[in-house]
């Protein structure tokens, strides 16, 4: 499969929430971290989504956000990710920024330069990638 997202993550589907028309599904990664994303029961239901089965979800970078100090703070976002910045690359406007994750999942977003200098985003410094469940798309292999 490719995809132009620069975040593609594979995991087992550990738990699936029901509502009345979406479902939260939670996506257990290799490394022991959760995704959680927000889908339609008919998207549930057209991918065979089931616990135990296989999954990969879809993030584009720029639907990565960044925060360096994430204390005492609580997000309505349900995934917050702490890891360590890996490397950025500059851009002329935004930059890339890798985050690696304590089990080894890397995680990339795209913010303004200027995010960048004010977050003070450099290799070895801890920062928290957070993510929408409704920015994860969710898909099975074929």
């Excluded at 738990?15 to 939260?24: F, L, W």
């Excluded at 851009?91 to 200098?117: D, F, H, Q």
């Amino acid at each position: 499969m490719k995809v132009s997202a620069r975040n593609v993550f594979k995991g087992v589907v550990s738990k699936i929430q029901d509502g009345s028309v979406n479902a939260e599904v939670v996506l257990t990664l290799p490394g022991g971290e959760e995704l959680v994303a927000v889908v339609t029961l008919q998207s549930v239901k057209s991918l065979g989504l089931a616990v135990g089965k296989q999954a990969v979800a879809l993030i584009k970078a720029p639907w990565v956000m960044l925060m360096t100090d994430s204390s005492g703070f609580r997000l309505s976002a349900r995934n917050c990710l702490e890891g360590t910045v890996a490397r950025v690359s500059d851009g002329a406007v935004n930059a890339e920024v890798v985050l690696t994750l304590p089990g080894g999942t890397e995680v990339y977003s795209i913010v303004t330069r200027e995010a960048v200098t004010e977050l003070g985003l450099k290799p070895g410094v801890s920062a928290t990638a957070v993510i929408k469940a409704s920015h994860i798309i969710l898909g099975v292999p074929a």
